[in-house]
């Protein structure tokens, strides 16, 4: 669905914004069944726990970087309407996606309690500007039901923490949980927030409990001091060359690809590209 504007200009207000079902039936479904290339089935998981060691090892244990082993999943970050929410939020057509995450957590792994921080410290050298120019899109697409119980993130609203300077990026332990607000929502829904809010981790609060998000994340091409991910060292993990072969000009654009019409483009480049990613339409760029 087409994010309504109502929603963007939430997350400059109160920070975050959450929207039910944005993802379309089909995509959600092909999305959830590629999890399972990658992760253990929640059934799996807690039919033996001790099978699985490295979800317990820390709380990023279950991240996994882009690109997937399956177009059902490498699909999602690119989906249209999410683009479309990323350029009317930055105001831009000129977008940068520039981290891609998949993250798996099961009750009872690891203690996923976390106090209040502000996101922008690993994406941003410098700070973000109070009057909320120049900001990034960060969100979280939930690709399972997150209810109170399956440890949901938990956002404070700007209103609460507008006093604090943003050279202050943790806050202590306990602080602001009156304030907090839990984000939950049925599978396909999407949280976007922005990287100077502070938000948590919170613990499951039952057993055998799952949560399968994508944070995905956009930001205006050209500022040399926002990012995260540098896509051409992803270039050799499987996935890649599907994803570039399956997407559209305006997909590719977001990493970084050549426009149509660039320099980059003449014979040898073409012919070459093509050898290296066998399948690939080439056409919009050899007008």
Same mark, same amino acid.
């Not at 995450?101 to 792994?109: H, I, M, T, V």
């Not at 106090?115 to 502000?118: G, K």
């Given at each position: 669905?087409?994010i309504?504007?109502?929603n963007?200009a939430?997350?400059?207000?109160?920070?975050?914004?959450?929207?039910?079902?944005?993802?379309?039936?089909?995509?959600?479904?092909?999305?959830?069944?590629? #999890?399972?290339?990658?992760?253990?089935?929640?059934?799996?998981? %807690?039919? !033996?726990?001790? @099978?699985?060691?490295?979800? &317990?090892? $820390?709380?990023?244990?279950g991240?996994?970087?882009?690109?997937y082993?399956?177009?059902?999943?490498?699909?999602?970050?690119?989906y249209?309407?999410?683009?479309?929410?990323?350029?009317?939020?930055?105001?831009?057509?000129?977008?940068?996606c520039?981290?891609?995450?998949?993250?798996?957590?099961?009750?009872?792994?690891?203690d996923?309690?976390q106090?209040?921080?502000?996101d922008?410290?690993?994406?941003?050298?410098?700070?973000?500007?109070?009057?909320?120019?120049?900001?990034?899109?960060?969100?979280?697409?939930?690709?399972?039901?997150?209810?109170?119980?399956?440890?949901?993130?938990?956002?404070?609203?700007?209103?609460?923490?507008?006093?604090i300077? #943003?050279?202050?990026?943790?806050?202590?332990?306990?602080?602001? %949980?009156? !304030?907090?607000? @839990?984000?939950?929502?049925? &599978?396909? $829904?999407?949280l976007?927030?922005?990287?100077?809010?502070?938000?948590?981790?919170?613990?499951?609060?039952?057993p055998?409990?799952s949560?399968?998000v994508?944070?995905?994340?956009?930001?205006?091409?050209?500022?040399?001091?926002?990012?995260?991910?540098?896509?051409?060292?992803?270039?050799?993990?499987?996935?890649?060359?599907?994803?570039?072969v399956?997407?559209?000009?305006?997909?590719?654009?977001?990493?970084?690809?050549?426009?149509?019409?660039?320099?980059?483009?003449?014979?040898?480049?073409?012919?070459?590209?093509?050898?290296?990613?066998?399948?690939?339409?080439?056409?919009?760029?050899?007008?």
């Open positions: 669905m087409r309504p504007d109502e963007l939430e997350v400059f207000d109160r920070g975050f914004t959450v929207v039910e079902g944005f993802l379309d039936k089909d995509t959600l479904n092909a999305a959830q069944d590629a #999890l399972w290339e990658i992760y253990p089935r929640p059934e799996a998981y %807690f039919a !033996d726990p001790d @099978a699985h060691p490295k979800f &317990a090892r $820390s709380q990023f244990a991240l996994r970087f882009f690109p082993p399956s177009w059902g999943l490498n699909r999602v970050p690119v249209p309407d999410l683009i479309d929410a990323a350029e009317r939020f930055l105001q831009t057509t000129e977008i940068d520039y981290k891609i995450e998949l993250w798996a957590k099961y009750s009872g792994a690891i996923y309690d106090h209040h921080h502000r922008y410290e690993n994406h941003t050298i410098v700070v973000p500007r109070a009057d909320q120019s120049m900001p990034q899109m960060t969100c979280f697409i939930l690709l399972s039901d997150v209810t109170e119980l399956d440890g949901p993130t938990k956002a404070v609203p700007l209103e609460k923490t507008r006093h300077p #943003l050279g202050i990026t943790q806050t202590q332990m306990g602080d602001f %949980f009156d !304030d907090e607000v @839990a984000v939950t929502g049925p &599978a396909g $829904s999407i976007i927030y922005k990287t100077d809010v502070f938000h948590r981790g919170s613990n499951f609060k039952a055998g409990r949560r399968f994508m944070p995905v994340d956009f930001k205006p091409r050209g500022w040399r001091w926002q990012g995260k991910l540098a896509w051409p060292d992803r270039t050799l993990n499987p996935g890649w060359k599907e994803a570039m399956n997407m559209t000009p305006r997909q590719r654009d977001l990493f970084g690809w050549p426009p149509a019409g660039d320099p980059y483009w003449n014979d040898q480049t073409l012919s070459d590209v093509a050898l290296r990613y066998p399948g690939i339409d080439l056409t919009p760029y050899g007008a």
